[in-house]
């Protein structure tokens, strides 16, 4: 039987809180969606290592994960968890060019099974099966996704470097003040989730969206444009805000459980 809807989910700054516990009553809401008809999944900036353990602690029945900010989506076949479309790119040009202007920075790439290579360790990296490589090497593959990582640098620094690099063959979003994450062009989280709502057959108009970064305004415009529902959190930076249709309350004030229970509150 078709779902009653689609409901997808960023993670940090939606679901959980900085620590990595999880924002009031968002899982109990969670469940309550779930439990009323509604496919819920996760769409994280993430990797899949970092995002399995959300999966589970939540009790997402979903078939469905979309990773690494839409560039990589996992299916669920047999109770086993396999990728299931990877998008990828040459990161080359864009990580010479990278690397001129920012010599110190640890930079990080995804590949399409998975794995990582890195420069340097970073602790909000997430790097089980990663392994330390040259730069050259960061290069000399395919990539789902780069990762800059400049703690010298905030996040004007970072929007003056993209106007000068002109990174126009790739997707980018500035994440916390020191944080680059590049993706393949045209990729975001709402491509990714497209396709997973076509795969279910879901009408586009029943979709809800959640987030708070600027790795979320993609998803958030392809629910909008579709008639779907795209929230805001409340401590999201005015151009995410800007971007939705709705705000919400702040992550650390349960937020998304208020929109969460809404929806079911108004389906009865």
């Known amino acids: 039987m078709t779902a009653r809807g ?3 989910l960023d993670i940090d700054g939606t679901l959980i809180l900085p620590d990595e516990t999880l924002s ?3 899982a109990d809401a969670v469940a309550q969606v779930r439990d009323a008809g509604y496919e819920v999944l996760l769409a994280t ?5 970092a995002t399995a353990q959300f999966v589970d602690l939540l009790g997402i029945t979903s078939d469905f994960t979309v990773c690494s900010n839409g560039a990589v989506t996992l299916h669920r076949r047999g109770g086993e968890w396999e990728h299931w479309h990877v998008e990828t790119f040459d990161p080359g040009p864009v990580l010479s060019m ?17 794995q990582r290579l890195y420069t340097a360790m970073l602790d909000d990296w997430t790097l089980d099966g990663g392994r330390q490589v040259p730069f050259e090497e960061l290069i000399a593959q395919q990539v789902s996704r780069v990762v800059v990582v400049s703690p010298q640098h905030d996040e004007e620094d970072f929007k003056r470097l993209v106007s000068e690099v002109g990174l ?3 997707t980018y979003a ?10 393949p062009d045209g990729v975001d989280k709402g491509t990714a989730l497209e396709r997973v709502r076509a795969e279910l057959g879901i009408a ?12 979320d305004i993609g998803m958030f415009g392809w629910a ?12 999201a930076p005015d151009e995410v805000r800007d971007a939705a249709g709705e705000i919400t309350g702040h992550v650390e004030e349960g937020g998304l459980a208020t929109v969460l229970t809404g929806l079911v509150a108004a389906a009865r």
């Open 98 to 114: 990278l690397r001129e202007r920012l010599p110190e920075a640890r930079y990080m790439v995804e590949l399409g099974t998975g």
């Open 24 to 26: 009031p009553g968002a």
């Open 45 to 49: 900036g993430r990797s899949w290592a």
């Open 174 to 183: 500035i994440g916390w003040t020191a944080w680059l994450d590049i993706a």
């Open 224 to 235: 909008l444009r579709n008639g779907g529902r795209a929230i805001a959190m409340g401590q």
């Open 168 to 170: 126009n063959e790739v």
């Open 204 to 215: 586009a108009d029943q979709v809800l969206v959640a987030g708070d970064g600027r790795n």
């Open 6 to 8: 689609l409901v997808a």
